[in-house]
């Protein structure tokens, strides 16, 4: 497999500037925004150019207590082989909770939680992995995600934990260093110790992106420019492995193209900069549309170059440590870092640096009952973020609140995309109401049903109170609904429901 460069995240909102961009060598679009059968012209334009495409999963949920689910991992290899693609990616998360295995309603978390670093939750990703692995046509990487919030009583640190997935499945690694700064403000894990102990040779690519901080708390939002502790992070890691690629995300308040060129001109300089000198690549900002490729790495045979490894693999290794100074806007050029700053949060414990003695085979619960284990604890967080159910034992109650109003945030924002004549219909009371409702009301069927869902509730409700607002919203809920809208019987139902609790 040929490396992949330098690269962005195509999204529909800067098509025509990621096809405009120069020195452009790979795209990553979400799976789960495209069709096997029907690409946008973009993509397939950028595809004759030999634009290498990897589609980026965000729904399977491999961290999940269930097994994933064969329609989803066909829709993902369907994908993979209309868009040529030399690998897919996925997360290391869980995205839903419940169902049969722990008889109780299914919830829908509408973005990526973190796995608990346990034996029994290893152990159930291990064989979601190879079941996944068994379904595609083409390698899987996984990808570190950031989080809010951490796990009481965990068995293994990060790198433990990620070098013990690659060593059982031969999976590789999409290493997302601003996930690392993310994790670093928030739950205080160090970022040296984390690559420290990964097994690099595993490496398939590395994410980049921005984030802001609020209140103590860093926010993952892929909305602002990359600050200057992601870049150090990314020189680290380019200082001790090669990354075979490395691609700038963006997914919302996206800039004019010549920013974009600027960061990536800022991650092309630190790439550069960072390798050592048998190594470092002779790269220049690309300035048109036909400048060379922006990578060019120059042989060092006294030191070891990552593997592009498939299935079945074993591998294992290391990385420097990191700086983390002050986070600012990224530039065209990479400054000097500064003095890294001490925290000024209290961030949740880190695990310990010492994995727990790994279960002999014989005192090891059967997968079945580590599934169930593992699906009774991650339902009972997934309930206290979209349910209102009471907080988890060990957990910090603060930031759960923290991450619970993440969610509700940014599901009011993605159910305004896929359905924005909601918030034309409602004006300034979309939001307000929409987080009213969502704060008792997980979502279980995915955004557009959730879209549908509120509209209800505003109807049964007798809202809003505008009746030409509410004629509005009772049409657009009739042609989507396929039903006649609620009336007085429906509306006395839902609040007997309500009152008895099943509502």
Not at 176 to 184: F, G, K, P, Q, W
Not at 227 to 235: E, K, T
Not at 316 to 340: F, T, Y
Request: hydrophobic share 45%; proline share 11%; aromatic share 4%.
């Amino acid at each position: 497999m040929k490396e992949l460069g330098v690269g962005i995240g195509w999204r529909p909102e800067i098509a025509d500037a990621v096809e405009a961009l120069p020195g452009v060598d790979w795209v990553e679009v979400v799976a789960e925004n495209v069709c096997a059968d029907h690409l946008p012209d973009s993509l397939a334009r950028l595809r004759a150019r030999g634009v290498t495409v990897v589609p980026h999963g965000v729904s399977l949920g491999l961290g999940g207590a269930d097994r994933p689910d064969a329609g989803r991992l066909a829709a993902l290899a369907a994908k993979a082989e209309a868009l040529g693609a030399p690998l897919v990616t996925e997360h290391i998360a869980f995205v839903r909770a419940g169902g049969p295995l722990t008889a109780t309603p299914l919830l829908e978390a509408g973005h990526l939680l973190p796995v608990p670093r346990t034996w029994d939750a290893l152990d159930v990703l291990c064989e979601n992995v190879r079941i996944a692995q068994d379904a595609l046509p083409v390698p899987l990487a996984l990808e570190n995600i950031a989080a809010l919030v951490s796990w009481p009583g965990e068995e293994l640190t990060e790198g433990q934990f990620l070098t013990e997935l690659v060593e059982r499945t031969g999976v590789r690694l999409l290493i997302d260093v601003a996930n690392l700064h993310t994790n670093r403000i928030n739950r205080g894990e160090d970022p040296a110790e984390a690559l420290s102990a990964l097994p690099v040779e595993a490496l398939a690519y590395v994410h980049v992106a921005g984030g802001v901080e609020r209140d103590g708390v860093w926010h993952d939002t892929h909305a602002h420019p990359v600050p200057r502790p992601v870049l150090d992070i990314l020189a680290d890691l380019a200082s001790r492995v090669s990354p075979p690629g490395v691609l700038l995300e963006r997914d919302d308040r996206f800039p004019a193209q010549e920013e974009l060129a600027a960061e990536l001109d800022a991650i092309r300089t630190t790439l550069a900069t960072a390798a050592p000198a048998a190594e470092r690549a002779v790269v220049a900002p690309a300035t048109s549309a036909t400048a060379e490729p922006a990578v060019a790495t120059v042989e060092a045979p006294a030191r070891p170059r990552p593997l592009l490894i498939g299935a079945g693999a074993r591998v294992s290794g290391g990385v420097m440590p990191v700086r983390s100074p002050e986070p600012v806007p990224a530039q065209a050029s990479a400054p000097a870092p500064a003095p890294a700053p001490a925290l000024t949060t209290a961030p949740a414990p880190a695990p310990a640096t010492a994995p727990a003695a790994r279960p002999s085979p014989d005192a090891r619960p059967s997968l079945d009952a580590a599934r169930q284990r593992v699906g009774v604890a991650e339902v009972a967080l997934l309930s206290a973020l979209v349910a209102g159910t009471p907080a988890p034992e060990g957990f910090d109650v603060r930031r759960l609140g923290v991450q619970r109003r993440a969610l509700a945030a940014k599901r009011a924002d993605v159910v305004a995309k896929v359905a924005p004549e909601l918030p034309e219909i409602l004006g300034e009371g979309y939001r307000p109401a929409f987080l009213s409702y969502a704060r008792n009301r997980p979502m279980t069927d995915g955004y557009r049903h959730d879209a549908l869902d509120f509209a209800e509730g505003l109807l049964i409700a007798g809202r809003p109170e505008d009746p030409a607002a509410r004629r509005l919203l009772t049409d657009w809920w009739r042609e989507r609904a396929g039903v006649r809208p609620p009336g007085p019987a429906a509306r006395l139902g839902h609040r007997i429901r309500t009152a008895l609790g099943r509502g």
